[in-house]
């Protein structure tokens, strides 16, 4: 990358945070991480300064997506709570943890994975 580009990076990766502290110096560096959140009744709710919202998809990899896509968006100018207002009604990929039903006890996913294993 040319000298004073923006490199948005995953510091909760411990591999990725020592290379980017090793040869990114000449970077201007935006790490990301897990936001504050919240679950309650499973639902997963995202905190980025006085501004949240609650999301329709769960895990640490999607939370670690959002706080990365924030920085994205305010790179290109949107504002937190305009980020916010999209971000909430994000499903995430089709067929991808995609809720098909749930009652007071039990939700049920349908997914796919990138192999058998997963």
């Known amino acids: 990358m ?3 580009g923006r490199l948005i990076y995953n510091e909760t990766d411990e591999t990725l ?3 980017v502290e090793k040869e990114g110096q000449h970077l201007t560096l935006e790490p990301y991480g897990m936001p504050e959140h919240v679950i309650r009744n499973g639902i997963t ?3 980025f300064g006085n501004a949240s919202t609650d999301l329709m998809v769960f895990g640490g990899h999607n939370l670690l997506n959002i ?3 924030l920085l ?3 790179a290109l100018g949107v504002g937190d709570i305009d980020f ?3 971000i909430a009604t994000f499903k995430g990929a089709a067929k991808r943890l995609e ?3 749930k009652n007071e006890s039990t939700a049920i ?3 796919f994975a990138h192999a058998p294993p997963k």
């Open 99 to 101: 809720l098909v039903g």
């Open 17 to 19: 945070r020592q290379l």
């Open 45 to 47: 709710r995202v905190r």
């Open 109 to 111: 996913y349908r997914d």
């Open 84 to 86: 916010l207002a999209a």
């Open 72 to 74: 994205v968006c305010r």
């Open 2 to 4: 040319e000298p004073g």
């Open 67 to 69: 706080h990365a896509a």
